[in-house]
């Protein structure tokens, strides 16, 4: 009898620490188009065979009302069937096929010439390469450069004749933005020589360079112009440009300036918001421009983590010195698309995309494995309609849903009261056979 007893209270203590993690809810049906609010019709152009990929590319429409992730889009045919797809994000691909052993020769300082100077030598020739990374450890510079190569360090061959790296770092705001890289033309050079101008200021400390072959396909991008509206902030010594997408949705990660001042450098920090009363720190970068006769470069765009909200503003801290004039904002976006197997189900034709659904997750299709060994370079495309209520949305109604999801803990909290009294008659029990006293 003890030993029933004690079994039945380890089942139950058991299933106790398991509760939180399960629920006596009805698993969802397979057609779960009732909880999705819009959908678009998908209108294919050509005359796409079975099997070949269709693409479309997704309208502000969809950013305003779907999830932020866009983990509740769906496809359907004219059944109502689910058609897989994957989400393609058309953002710039960079492949780096090797980084070179290189040796680094000749590191040295030409004070006559005015600039830093070293050579990368492959140990032979042949190596494609179109990209070099100059690693120093000094901090606050702006530099012009210059790149040669050549197969016998006599006779140089110019590569690239204007390239500029730039250092700006703030230890107190624990700011740091830097770019030392150079791209030039594909070569196959045993040496590549580089020249660093100091332009009157103190040498670089150069520690050494990393070569390598980059291929790159450049990003598919929209560009808008918004409104926006420039302040002076006195207190703070900053110019505040404030911008209006006029919807939220768009997924923006680089903004723009557009300025027809030269020779300054400013820190410019980005924020988000929704109602333009509250405001959250989203990017940071540092623009200039320089237009002497010893360094000629410019960024005038600002990056920050991609945002999708109505509102952004970007400080820009002046110090002492006077606003820069601001004579037009841009922002940019990565362009996102779907790609699906056209007629591979039973209902061919008339396609949807719903979408409009916080609580869906995103799908796990097998076309995401074999999606690359597809004809990627061959896409029918599309346009979707405008967008339409679906007849089929029902919202959920809280009442209606299982007793254990409106009270999550009361599973949980009946077990433990089972566990509590199942307890207390074994320690009777256990006193009463004199097991304990």
Do not use: H
Request: aromatic share 12%.
């Amino acid at each position: 009898m003890f030993k029933k007893i004690l079994r039945a209270v380890s089942v139950l203590a058991i299933l106790g620490i398991m509760a939180p993690n399960f629920s006596l809810a009805t698993p969802p049906s397979i057609d779960q188009r009732p909880l999705w609010q819009y959908y678009k019709n998908i209108n294919i152009s050509g005359n796409p065979a079975k099997g070949d990929l269709v693409k479309i590319i997704l309208d502000q429409g969809v950013f305003n009302n779907a999830k932020k992730d866009l983990g509740d889009l769906r496809v359907a045919d004219r059944g109502g069937n689910e058609v897989p797809y994957k989400l393609i994000i058309e953002r710039s691909v960079f492949s780096q096929e090797n980084i070179y052993p290189v040796f680094v020769l000749n590191n040295s300082y030409s004070a006559e010439g005015g600039y830093n100077i070293f050579i990368v030598d492959f140990g032979e020739s042949g190596f494609l390469n179109s990209s070099l990374n100059i690693l120093t450890g000094s901090e606050n510079f702006k530099r012009t450069v210059e790149i040669s190569g050549s197969n016998d360090m006599a006779s140089w061959n110019a590569l690239k004749t204007n390239g500029y790296i730039y250092d700006y770092t703030d230890k107190v705001a624990n700011f740091k933005a830097q770019n030392t890289k150079i791209d030039y033309p594909e070569n196959a050079f045993r040496y590549i020589q580089v020249k660093i101008f100091s332009g009157g200021e103190a040498p670089l400390a150069i520690t050494g360079a990393q070569v390598s072959k980059i291929k790159k396909s450049e990003s598919k991008e929209a560009v808008f112009n918004p409104k926006y509206e420039v302040r002076e902030n006195s207190v703070k010594r900053t110019t505040e440009v404030v911008i209006d997408l006029s919807k939220k949705g768009w997924p923006i990660s680089n903004i723009m300036i557009t300025s027809t001042d030269e020779n300054f450098n400013r820190e410019a920090v980005v924020y988000e918001s929704s109602d333009k009363n509250n405001w959250r720190r989203v990017g940071e970068d540092y623009i200039f421009t320089y237009n002497t006769p010893k360094f000629a470069g410019a960024n005038l765009e600002v990056g920050c983590s991609e945002t999708s909200e109505r509102y952004l503003k970007i400080e820009i801290y002046n110090g002492d010195n006077s606003p820069i004039s601001i004579t037009g904002i841009s922002a940019k976006t990565i362009l996102r698309s779907i790609a699906f197997q056209y007629g591979m189900e039973a209902l061919v034709g008339e396609y949807k995309l719903y979408y409009g659904n916080p609580k869906a997750n995103f799908p796990e299709y097998d076309l995401e494995k074999f999606f690359p060994y597809l004809d990627t370079g061959k896409y029918f495309s599309s346009l979707l309609s405008q967008e339409q209520i679906n007849s089929f949305y029902q919202e959920e109604d809280p009442l209606a849903l299982p007793i254990t999801e409106r009270i999550p803990y009361l599973a949980p909290g009946i077990l433990a009261l089972a566990i509590l009294m199942m307890g207390s008659m074994v320690f009777r029990f256990m006193k009463k056979v004199g097991v304990v006293k």
